[in-house]
Structures are given as C-alpha cells and as structure tokens.
C-alpha cells in the first residue's frame, strides 16, 4: 500500500468546470504539498499545507489533519490548467512521499 | 545500496563567493532536479535536467548554474548573483520526466 493515495488518476474536463484532486496519505506528516508539473517536466509548487486551506487564484487545497485527507479545487478550469498534479507528504526535512499524480486534460 | 547522495550537509558561504553543491545518484535515472526550500514555504524548482548534456531553468534559475556531464551527477552551483542564498537545497531524480522522483537528504546554505 503507498503511502500517498491519489485519484482519480485521469481526468478530462470541459473548459469552465469546478474540478476536485483527492489525496490521502497514511504518514505523520509536517506539511503536504500540492505541485503541478508540465508535460515539459518542470514543476511548480503550488501549495503547502500543514492545517486549514489556502487559496491562490483560482486554486484551493484544504487538508483534514486528523482524516488525513486533502483536497486540491480548481474552479472555472481552463485548458492552460492541464497538467499533472501531484500530491506529497513531507514527512521530515527531506522525506518525501509522493502521489501517483492526477492527469488533467481541460478541453475547450 | 541505491539513492541519492548531497554533499555537504552544512554550507556556509561569504558573501561574493560561489559554491557547489554536489548531488550524486546511482538509481540509473535519466532525470534530476534542484529545488530549494525556505522556511514555511513549498519546493520551489531551481533547474533540471531530462538527460544528460541537457538541462532547463525551473522557476527561480538566477544566481544559479548547473552541469551535466555525467547521468549520476548534477551539481548545483549557487553563484554570488544570488542574493538570498540561504535556503535548504534538496536535489531529486525519476526514471524519466513526469515519474515519482527520489529526493537527497538535503544541503543547508547559510550565508556569513
């Protein structure tokens, strides 16, 4: 069993949607971190999150501590928003636990 | 054993210095990366590289420069342009672009 679970693992939407990523992970974490990474492979950090939500843009991620479960929300998706994204549980100072990631595809 | 190794642990720079930050895996990976961590903040990727003699600029490539010359190493060289040096380096590598990457433990740089 991984330590990070993600789903779903595809997902196709229409241009405009409200899209939701799942992530649950089965460590002690110190912070979760939610990153998107570009078909040419960079990738970006979108998020840290150690309680609550946060919100940057059109992107939201919350996390449930004690359900150990977070959550990335992007609302009115566009198409500029397909990417992979992945779910990682930092679990010390450089311990990371990854998520399969989340192929987005956001049609026009 | 497999994985990846960062040298030194502990850095400390002068200001107007350069320096090098080593990274080495024996995974056999195609792909390496550099983030830097700050405190409270989320990974933040400096440069990677998909294969060897090739590499790109991630989102906050000035004031650093890297190499790779060989598949198992992609030093990191963190050059006196940087003006916020101070950070925790964590180099990582994946089979290829787009997979589960494997971090070091990681390299603190204190500036003096």
């Known amino acids: 069993k991984n330590e990070v679970e993600q789903s779903p693992q595809n997902l196709t939407a229409q241009e405009g949607e409200f899209i939701t990523i799942n992530c649950s992970y089965s460590?002690?974490?110190?912070?979760l971190h939610w990153l998107q990474q570009h078909p040419g492979g960079g990738i970006v950090s979108l998020f840290m999150?150690?309680?609550g939500k946060k919100k940057h843009g059109r992107l939201i991620a919350t996390i449930n501590i004690q359900e150990k479960h977070s959550s990335l929300h992007i609302t009115a998706s566009h198409p500029r928003d397909s990417a992979v994204y992945i779910c990682?549980?930092?679990?010390?100072?450089?311990?990371?636990?990854f998520g399969t990631g989340t192929s987005l595809t956001v049609i026009p | 054993d497999g994985g990846i190794t960062q040298s030194p642990k502990y850095l400390f720079r002068k200001e107007g210095q350069n320096v090098t930050l080593s990274c080495e895996q024996n995974?056999?990976?195609?792909?390496m990366y550099w983030y830097r961590q700050d405190p409270g903040q989320g990974l933040r990727l400096i440069y990677y590289?998909?294969?060897?003699?090739?590499?790109q600029k991630g989102d906050i490539a000035e004031g650093y420069s890297v190499s790779r010359e060989k598949k198992e190493s992609f030093p990191l060289t963190v050059t006196s342009a940087q003006k916020n040096p101070t950070a925790f380096y964590l180099c990582?590598?994946?089979?290829?672009?787009?997979?589960?990457?494997?971090f070091g433990p990681g390299t603190r740089l204190l500036v003096l």
């Open positions: 990582a590598s994946s089979v290829r672009v787009l997979e589960t990457q494997y």
């Open positions: 460590v002690g974490i110190s912070a």
């Open positions: 999150l150690s309680s």
């Open positions: 990682a549980a930092q679990v010390t100072g450089n311990q990371f636990y």
């Open positions: 995974l056999n990976h195609d792909a």
């Open positions: 590289s998909q294969i060897v003699n090739d590499f």
